[in-house]
Structure formats: structure tokens, C-alpha cells
């Protein structure tokens, strides 16, 4: 059993997160699912996001479907609860609506295969985890997706692995520096509970606390707004940004004098979508970015291989990328051979 | 007329609908569909029944009430599946399993309530041949696949799935003829239920609404109405929920009122901010939710039912569908008058009729609107501000702006004559001072030059 296996098990939830299709988080999944000890432990999955399709229409690489052992339970949609290949018992059908219809959580009575899809919005994903957990589920494991489009979020699990890969760059150093950087973002630190506790519940908007401790909102309706104004704050603390955070907004945070020592808060890793050089000019300039709900990063996996058939050095890659984020890094592909 | 045809009505009803805390979407897809009630046993029936609730909530043990509120949150809407057993088709594993969660939940909430003395308030079918169809090994628990125990054969083709799972998609297929097969017969086992599960499906909503109005009843402190049989509605201290939550987040407190009506015109007169608007959005609200089975705001209330509630107020969104907002208020109170001729039992509640336009039109047109609608089967509040003779109708003034604080408690009096107090209050408001003077100064002007004016 390699080590993240043990390690996965001292959390209640782990998601799967790739960084860009086809960089082997599927294959990281089944590799996960294959070692857990389903015996003695409750296992539920689960995929946010919507790709649906037996074959990916991106790429037009096959989706595979996911093997579940007997008494593992999982969360998909009814379109694909209906395609399923293996007897299996209904426990719930939520009255939330996906594009493919209702989410329906069953348990494998037999082992075989299944196409997941499950919750897509942030309500309905912690509703089905808390849901899970009553059912005295150990380990609620998700499939996620990073989608802009989605406002479902794997850092909602406790812990989490990444899957990064040829197909993210096929340019081992520019794949090294962008899964560092994102590694840099998920590993950000929390905000105070204080902070969570007012923020967490307010999902659009700019806000800021002042030093006094009252929450304001901005007018600007998203940090997109291209006419963000930080007038009146100098007395602002916190600032928080519940949606996309961009490099034009963190610019402007950055080039602001009266700004110089608020601390900046955003949901989760998954809503900056700042380049890797904004990002650390904000950083060199003094500047605190925090978030609201992280995940514990306990393992990288890659895959070398690009969709258009490019293969990186295997070992290279895994010695580089670990030796930059300092966390352990597996091929599990090769590994599995 | 549905709920969900006023919901959005000026007088605040959404509010009342938002401070429910219904556990199921169902049961308030169920409360926005059901039809306001008409007919005095109607009402009293279902008032009776809302009775046994509180009655419920106020003697049985949180723990319990917290159980059935859990369990209510377990209703779905499976109108579509109990639509497809009617017509007789097969059900598939997703519809078994709907059907067989709300069997058991009925059963459960049907248990519960019989504890407690609660049985037969709502009926709930009796529904325990579909769980034992559905629930084949007794184990009492609303999960379902289609069970080995169905047949001999499925169960040994699962055995071999487990021993070769090399063989698993030839053995999965004939396994899925065999289970199309238990289908087909377990649906036409469940067909002559339809019914029953629908009623239950509904008894689970209308339980719900129960609750929900009976826990709003308690927490916002509504009382239960009377009904009154002579035409005459009546309340005590009556207030307006989303009002009085309003001002308490400011610190302040609702004043509540007195009031009745009866089938002669009623005029309130007033002075302005003295809550004349308030009060008849709270009689709207009040007939509305009386007609619709929820609790009444105030501390006693008798009311009588209507066939038809109107309620004219100046209307913002007129301006958004391009009628001017005289041409909008014109048109609503057409329609009272229209409905006046139509042989049915009116409410009409109109604040300040004709208000933007000429005094002098405007007076006359309100007269005009007392004497038409003056002998129909109806009751009429109104508010103005126009000195008008009063006719037959009967005139309460709103008490008015003393030592600096409004009351706004109603009075009757004689006449119409309305307050002119709009100085003194614009004044309190720290308005302009030059303005306020200038205007002083014309009114005395107008007063001395004409013999007849009404202090």
C-alpha cells in the first residue's frame, strides 16, 4: 500500500481535483478505490461537475467508468444511476435537478461499473457529504472537477490529492512552476474563525471589514467589474472577494497605498484565477491572501503522458515537481504496471 | 383564485409564506396551489383541524415534534411517478423506490400522530400492503433494489456475478431480463394503491402546512379567528407581522389597532404617516390569510368570509406597464365596480382613491365611488385626504400627531372632516423652515378671505 492510502484515511473526505483533462485523475481515483480497505471502512463517492459523456467530447480520449467494490456507496445522476453496471440498492433520490436529472445515492451490492455524476452546486455537494456522514459514511470521496462554471468546490473535503500532467504542459518547467503555483493556492492559509464564520454564508459580492469590526459591502457587484473603486477604506481590514478573484483586482488591492495591510480573503483556492506573476508581485509587495475553506494537499500524482501522445521523462518529473512543492509525487500509472 | 395568485399582493402575504417553516417543497407547492375558501364550514373545518395542531405542539414533547418535522422533510414530490402507476406502466427502480419511501413515511408519520392522540385529524390511507410488497424481507428500512428474494433465479445470477466477475456483463444482462420481469409484476401488484398513495402523498403535505402555520401561529403570536355570520369583521389589536419586525430591528415597537367594518362604507381619514396604509394592508393580509387557514394577527378577530378580496393601492410598477399610476388606480377601482354588479360578496379595501389628481375632481370623484358602491353586497374600507361629505358612510379618524408622538389608534366620529395637520408634521420632520412659513402665511391668506373655511 503506498503511503497516501494511510494517510487518506485519518481524513473524513478527499477529493480528486485534476488540473486539466486527461492529466490522470480517473486513473488516480480507481487507483484510490482499488487500495481502500472497503471491509472495515464506509466508502462514498461521488463526481462534481457535469461531464456525463462515456467519451470525453473535448478530446475524444475514452471516459472511463469507475469500478466500485461491493458495499462502497456513490452519488450520480438518474440518466447514468440507469446505465449502471452493477446491482445495487437506492437509498436516496435528492429533489435537486442536475442536467441529467435527479442525484440518486445508492451502495454496490456487487462489484462493477458505474459513470459518476453527482451534485453541482456548493448547497447540494455539503448537503450530500452531511448526508453521508448521518449515514456514518468514513470516507466521502469526490471527484472534482475545477469549473468556472460549477459553483461546487473539492475544497469543501478535508483532504485532497492533484492530478497534473502532460496535458497540463507538455513543457517540463513550465509544468513544474504552474503546479507549484497552484499548489501555493491550495495550501493558503485560513482566515480567522471569526471571519468564516461571517463570510462563509455570503456566496457574490466584494466586502470588507473595518477595524471596527463591521462588515460593508462594496457596490461593485464582482471583483470583474472593471470600475472597482476602494474610496473610504482606509479603515478596512479585511477584504473579500466571494467570487472569482483576477489579476486586474489584485493589481489595483496591490496599487493602492491605503490597502497596503488588509488582508485579502477568498473562498477557496479554486476561485483565484490570477497569473502566477501577479500573484507573487502581490506577495513581494506584502500583501496576505487568506481563504475561507482548504483542504489539507497530501499527495501529487502525474501522469507524463499528453493527450497528443508527447510523453515527459517519468522520473524527472516526479523528482522536479516534488523536490519544488516538497510533497511526495507519484506516477500511478507506471507504478500500477 | 390560488395562493399563489396573491402571493406577491402589496399587503405583505409573501412574508407571512416566506416565516413558514415548511419542511418539504412539496407540501409548499401543495399550500401555493390550494384555492382560497369561500364557504363558512370550509373555513371553520379547516380551522378546527389547525386547532388540533397547536393543540399538538403546545402539549407533546420537543423531541417529538422535532421526529415528525425530520420526517416530514422526507416528502417528495412523486406526482409523475404516481402518474405513470395510474396509467399502468412499468415502474423503474428510481419510481419503486419513491413509492416505497413515501409508503413507509406515511406509515411512520400515521404511527406517530396516533400516539398522540392525533389520529384521524389528517387521514392518512393505511399503506402497509405496499411496504410489504416492496419490502419483501420485513427489514422495515425505505431503501430498494430489486431483492433476491423476488426470484430464485436473480438471486443465483448474482451469486455467479460475485464468484466470476470476469462473466459480470453477460451475467448482468440476464439478470436484467429477470429483474424487468419482477418490475412489471411488482408495479401491477401496486397499480390498485394509486390512489391511496396519492391521498397519502397529500395527507403528508397538508400535515406539513399544519404545522408550519401552527408553529407560526405560536412564534409570531397570531390568534385564531371567529367567523362572523352578521357581515361584521372585528378585530383587536391587530397588527402587521412584517411591520412590526421591521420596526423591532429598529428598537420600535407596533403600535396595533382596533377596528371593525361592517356592510356600510367605512372612511378613515388622518393625518399623514398616521398608518392609515398600514392598517388597510393589515385587513387585506388578515382577510386573506383567514380565507387561506392561517393564524390572524391580532389579539381577537372575528371576520366574514367573502368571495372576492380587492385591495387598490397606489401602485409603483404601474409606471412599468406604461399606464400612468391615475389610469392604473382608475382601472382597479373600475374593476370593484364591476365586480359589485356580479351578485357576490365583497371586500374592497382602497387607499386614497383619485390622490393624484385635482382636489377639486378628486373629491368628487371619491364622493361619486361612495354612492356607487353605496346598498352592494359589500364592504368598503377607504382612506382620503378630501373633505367629503360623508353620506351613509361611517368615519374613523386616525387619533393623530400629540405632543410630539403619533397615535395611531382609530376613533369614530361624526363627520369626515379630515385633520390639517400636514404642516405640523412636515415641520416635526425638520423640513424647510422658508417653505413651511410661505405656506403657513397662505393659509391664513385663503382662511381670511373665505367664510366657510373648517378649522
Not at chain 1, 211 to 222: E, M, R, Y
Not at chain 1, 294 to 309: D, E, F, Q
Not at chain 2, 308 to 332: H, P, R, T, W
Not at chain 2, 334 to 344: E, P, Q, T
Request: proline fraction near 3%; charge should be negative.
Amino acid at each position: 500500500m503506498l503511503p497516501f492510502i494511510d494517510e487518506i484515511l485519518r481524513y473524513d473526505s478527499l477529493s480528486i481535483v485534476g488540473l486539466e483533462k486527461n492529466t490522470g485523475k480517473t486513473e488516480c481515483l480507481k487507483y484510490v478505490l482499488d487500495r481502500l480497505p472497503v471491509q472495515h471502512k464506509r466508502i462514498a463517492v461521488t463526481s462534481i461537475g457535469i461531464d456525463g459523456e462515456t467519451v470525453d467530447q473535448v478530446t475524444r480520449t475514452q471516459k472511463p467508468e469507475i469500478v466500485l467494490r461491493e458495499g462502497m456507496y456513490f452519488g450520480t445522476s438518474e440518466m447514468h444511476y440507469r446505465q449502471r453496471r452493477l446491482v445495487s440498492e437506492l437509498i436516496d433520490v435528492s429533489d435537486e435537478t442536475t442536467s441529467l436529472g435527479r442525484v440518486v445515492t445508492a451502495r454496490a451490492l456487487t462489484t462493477g461499473k458505474i459513470l459518476l455524476s453527482g451534485p453541482s452546486s456548493a448547497t447540494s455537494l455539503r448537503r450530500w457529504m452531511s448526508e453521508m456522514h448521518r449515514l456514518d459514511i468514513d470516507l466521502v470521496i469526490i471527484d472534482g472537477a475545477l469549473s468556472r462554471m460549477s459553483s461546487a468546490s473539492p475544497a469543501v473535503s478535508q483532504s485532497m490529492i492533484l492530478a497534473t500532467g502532460a496535458a497540463y504542459s507538455a513543457n517540463m518547467s513550465t509544468l513544474v512552476s504552474k503546479t507549484a503555483h497552484v499548489v501555493d493556492l491550495v495550501n493558503l492559509p485560513l482566515t480567522s474563525e471569526d471571519n468564516i464564520r461571517r463570510l462563509l454564508p455570503l456566496e457574490k459580492g466584494v466586502w470588507f471589514i473595518d477595524k471596527q469590526g463591521n462588515l460593508n459591502s462594496l457596490d461593485a457587484v464582482t471583483s470583474l467589474s472593471k470600475d472597482i473603486h476602494f474610496e473610504g477604506m482606509e479603515n478596512c481590514e479585511t477584504l473579500y472577494v466571494a467570487g472569482a478573484l483576477v489579476d486586474g483586482f489584485l493589481e489595483k488591492v496591490r496599487k493602492n497605498r491605503s490597502l497596503k495591510q488588509v488582508e485579502l480573503v477568498v473562498r477557496d483556492f479554486t476561485k483565484i484565477f490570477v497569473t502566477p506573476q501577479q500573484f507573487r508581485l502581490f506577495i513581494k509587495a506584502g500583501g496576505r491572501v487568506r481563504v475561507l475553506q482548504r483542504s489539507k494537499l497530501i499527495a501529487v500524482t502525474v501522469n507524463p503522458t499528453s493527450p497528443s501522445g508527447y510523453v515527459l521523462d517519468s522520473d524527472t518529473l516526479c523528482n522536479k515537481l516534488s523536490e519544488a512543492i516538497q510533497l511526495p509525487v507519484y506516477d500511478l500509472i507506471k507504478n500500477n504496471q | 383564485m390560488q395562493l399563489k395568485n396573491v402571493i406577491e399582493s402589496p399587503c405583505g402575504l409573501r412574508f407571512m409564506l416566506d416565516e413558514l417553516e415548511l419542511q418539504s417543497g412539496f407540501a409548499r407547492r401543495w399550500l401555493l396551489d390550494s384555492p382560497m375558501m369561500t364557504s363558512d364550514g370550509e373555513i371553520a373545518a379547516s380551522y378546527a383541524v389547525l386547532h388540533r395542531f397547536a393543540d399538538f405542539i403546545d402539549r407533546v414533547d420537543n423531541i417529538h415534534i422535532n421526529t415528525l418535522s425530520n420526517k416530514l422533510c422526507g416528502l417528495k414530490d412523486i406526482r409523475t411517478t404516481i402518474k405513470n402507476l395510474k396509467h399502468s406502466s412499468v415502474l423503474d427502480d428510481i419510481e419503486l423506490f419513491e413509492v416505497k419511501h413515501l409508503a413507509i413515511l406515511a406509515t411512520d408519520v400515521k404511527k406517530l400522530l396516533d400516539q398522540h392522540q392525533m389520529d384521524g385529524v389528517v387521514e392518512i390511507p393505511a399503506l402497509d400492503e405496499v411496504i410489504t410488497i416492496l419490502d419483501p424481507d420485513g427489514m422495515k428500512i425505505a431503501t430498494f433494489y430489486i431483492y433476491d428474494s423476488y426470484c430464485a433465479q436473480l438471486k443465483d445470477l448474482r451469486s455467479q456475478m460475485r464468484q466470476h466477475p470476469d462473466q459480470q456483463d453477460d451475467l448482468l444482462l440476464q439478470a436484467s431480463e429477470l429483474e424487468e420481469g419482477v418490475r412489471r409484476d411488482l408495479s401491477s401488484q401496486l397499480a390498485p394503491f394509486a390512489t391511496a398513495i396519492e391521498q397519502a402523498q397529500l395527507a403528508l403535505a397538508r400535515i406539513d402546512v399544519c404545522m408550519a402555520k401552527a408553529m407560526q401561529m405560536r412564534r409570531m403570536g397570531l390568534t385564531f379567528p371567529d367567523i362572523s355570520t352578521d357581515g361584521v369583521s372585528r378585530y383587536e389589536a391587530m397588527f402587521h407581522p412584517q411591520v412590526k419586525a421591521a420596526l423591532a430591528t429598529r428598537g420600535r415597537a407596533f403600535q396595533p389597532v382596533n377596528i371593525s367594518y361592517g356592510m356600510e362604507p367605512t372612511l378613515i381619514t388622518g393625518a399623514n404617516m398616521g398608518g392609515k396604509t398600514v392598517v388597510l394592508k393589515t385587513l387585506t393580509l388578515c382577510q386573506l390569510l383567514f380565507q387561506f387557514g392561517f393564524g390572524i394577527p391580532a389579539a381577537q378577530a372575528r371576520i366574514a368570509v367573502k368571495d372576492e378580496i380587492y385591495f387598490c393601492i397606489g401602485d409603483e410598477q404601474s409606471v412599468e406597464k406604461g399606464l400612468s399610476s391615475f389610469a392604473a388606480e382608475m382601472k382597479n377601482i373600475d374593476a370593484v365596480i364591476k365586480a359589485s354588479r356580479m351578485n357576490k360578496k365583497l371586500l374592497a379595501l382602497i387607499d386614497e382613491p383619485a390622490r393624484t389628481t385635482n382636489p377639486t375632481e378628486g373629491a368628487a370623484l371619491v364622493s361619486a365611488l361612495l354612492d356607487v358602491l353605496a346598498g352592494k353586497d359589500m364592504s368598503l374600507v377607504m382612506t382620503t385626504h378630501y373633505d367629503i361629505e360623508p353620506g351613509n358612510a361611517r368615519c374613523l379618524r386616525v387619533k393623530g400627531f400629540e405632543n410630539g408622538t403619533m397615535d395611531y389608534q382609530l376613533v369614530e366620529v361624526q363627520d369626515g372632516e379630515v385633520p390639517h395637520e400636514a404642516l405640523n408634521i412636515a415641520q416635526s420632520l425638520g423640513i424647510d423652515s422658508e417653505w413651511i412659513t410661505l405656506a403657513r402665511k397662505r393659509l391664513d391668506v385663503t382662511a381670511a378671505s373665505t367664510v366657510d373655511y373648517k378649522h
